[in-house]
């Protein structure tokens, strides 16, 4: 193989992503069209990485906005929607969340609702209420 074709080849494919950023998709395009520029076809496609969860996910992006999708967001659509203008406790929010259509038992509530209450944005307060001889978390607005 002549050497200076193979030099060309490397520099118009690495001119043809340079601006992507770096990561698998950036190496199987530069690969793909080295091999093309080469007269090869096309380079082998690697196998995807498996969808493992290594972190906890967060409840926001990275541009600090509210992910919405999942329990949280859910939970962040019914702030937007005003029900939590009156404090409402667990309960209140399962049954708000099952006339929408999802789902959910009051223990996998308190989590999500506790991350809204501690979040830097400050969607929810929370304050304890007696009701018929027991103390409860309800959860407000500002």
């Known amino acids: 193989m002549d050497v200076d074709r193979l030099i060309r080849a490397r520099r118009e494919a690495e001119a043809a992503v340079k601006d992507m950023p770096e990561g698998d998709l950036k190496n199987t395009a530069f690969a793909t069209i080295l091999a093309h520029r080469l007269g090869q076809g096309t380079a082998p496609v690697p ?70 209450v501690q979040s830097k944005h400050k969607y929810l307060r929370r304050t304890q209420i007696a009701e018929g001889g027991k103390k409860i978390w309800k959860y407000s607005n500002y």
């Open 47 to 116: 196998p995807s990485p498996s969808p493992t969860r290594t972190k906890a996910r967060s409840a926001t992006n990275k541009a600090g906005a509210p992910r919405r999708e999942g329990t949280t967001a859910r939970l962040l659509r019914l702030v937007e929607e005003g029900f939590f203008a009156q404090p409402r406790s667990l309960a209140d929010i399962k049954a708000a969340l099952a006339e929408r259509g999802w789902h959910y038992q009051v223990e996998s509530l308190g989590t999500p609702v506790t991350r809204l």
